[in-house]
């Protein structure tokens, strides 16, 4: 593959090699159709070129730490998600990072551990914390932006603030954190330095940080067989177990464990499948688009579905890949977990 001229986010090595490239209106149509609101749509395509300053934008793979990222490498800001996010957004309420690390600060010498979690949703995983009596309300902070999501969580009784946490000027009301939660949040943001010499200043002196992001192996089974690519402005990073080591390694903090959910066969299948019928959806003239945004609202599940049968029935290559292949990349999350002493 041809070598570009870009900048890795991670390690700063000049050249990469290009995965794929999309147009801005590309971008846009992957978070709305324009078939829904043409208005929103145009408004989301102008933002995202105002974004990145650019009418397209490119993924790539650093020829020297292999991370893959957008480049221009720029995050979705509050109007971005302001235009791609609905009020009736649900957020997942049971999520295997949440478990794993429950365990893990459940098992911890810390006693009513202090705990910031950035990028909360509307609370699921504080809830938990709580009901589990693994800490007291007031030893928790959340940051989140959303405006339901933040009313959620200071309904429970937690302090919520919608701060850059990059930004040193900011307070929050602990001054030191057991552990630091960044749950499906890192794949979001850019400036990854200035975001992890922040966090190194926030922990404790035996703290933790705990970060979830997607698995990068679904992630390119998935762009490779026809379903949703994972579309900056919303995703500008892909993570891995070794660049989470690189990133511990530039920053001289320590990767405990890596982790990956467990494969499961049927959360397989439905995201797979589901995320090719979005994909075909993208197209304005596709069945999937008519089923998706112009057949009878009542129908719209009963298509939906058979379109999908339909397909996994009609795909005998993609199936023997699953068969053979699915099983070795595990489920859809990794957890990393980070300590701030580095032992060499
Ligand atoms: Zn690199």
Redesign the pocket.
Known sequence: MKKIFSV?P??S?KTATQVWEVSYSEQASHFLSPLVNRDKYEKLREHIQCLQKSSSVSLNK?S??N?IYSYPNIAGDKKFYDLIFSDTNKYPQNRWEFIKSIEIIKNSKFKKPKILEIGSGDGAFIRKLVKKGITTKNSITAIEYSIFGKSKIKEFGIECLSIDIKDYKNKLPHKEYDFICLFQVLEHLDNIHKLVDRLKNLLSKNGELLIAVPNDKIIKFNELNGALLDMPPNHIGRWSKNTFIKYCDLNNINLVEHKVEPFSLKNFLLMFFSYRFLRKAQKQNSIAAYIKYKSNKNLVVFFTSIFIILDFLFSPKILLKIIFCAPKLGGETQLARISKFCNK
């Open positions: 890795c991670l390690c090595c650093c020297d730490c991370f």
